[in-house]
């Protein structure tokens, strides 16, 4: 185990809030840019999107070393501040009531039910896209993550 000294609680947070900025204004941006639909597909796509590159970034970091010093800070500046800006379970909620009140109760249970199977879905594909990154840059036959050789 690294002897690595933990971060403060002011710089997590402070790396935090600056991914989140990047990551709301990014979501924003697209909504704004894209506009709506009857169907929320934004919103859709940007919580596919996001679920991927939480699994990509979670595993790949899992895979290469210990959650202490830069990584802890890339993991929580670019996982909880960036992606979680970026992904928004509110706005999914407020636009599968808002099917609900303009009286598409189908498609709102549908937009609920393949947001959660294609959410969990993309999510598996990017734990899987960083395992098989992380093994192809690893010497044939050893399994073990880099910082761990």
Do not use: C, K
């Not at 169907?39 to 595993?59: D, Q």
């Not at 379970?89 to 498609?107: I, K, M, N, P």
């Amino acid at each position: 185990m690294t002897d690595v000294p933990r971060p403060s609680t002011t710089a997590t947070a402070g790396v935090v809030a600056a991914g989140g900025v990047v990551g709301t204004s990014l979501r924003a941006g697209l909504e704004q840019w894209l506009g709506g639909t009857t169907v929320p597909w934004i919103t859709l796509a940007i919580n596919l999107a996001g679920a991927f590159a939480l699994g990509l970034l979670l595993e790949g970091l899992a895979r290469t070393g210990e959650d202490v010093g830069r990584r802890r800070m890339v993991r929580m500046g670019l996982g909880a501040g960036a992606i979680g800006g970026f992904t928004t379970y509110s706005t999914f909620v407020l636009e599968a009531v808002r099917l609900l009140e303009q009286g598409h109760a189908e498609l709102m249970v549908g937009y609920l039910a393949g947001s959660l199977v294609l959410g969990v879905g993309a999510a598996w594909l990017g734990l899987t896209a960083a395992d098989r990154l992380t093994r192809r840059s690893a010497a044939p036959g050893d399994d073990r993550p880099e910082a761990d050789r």
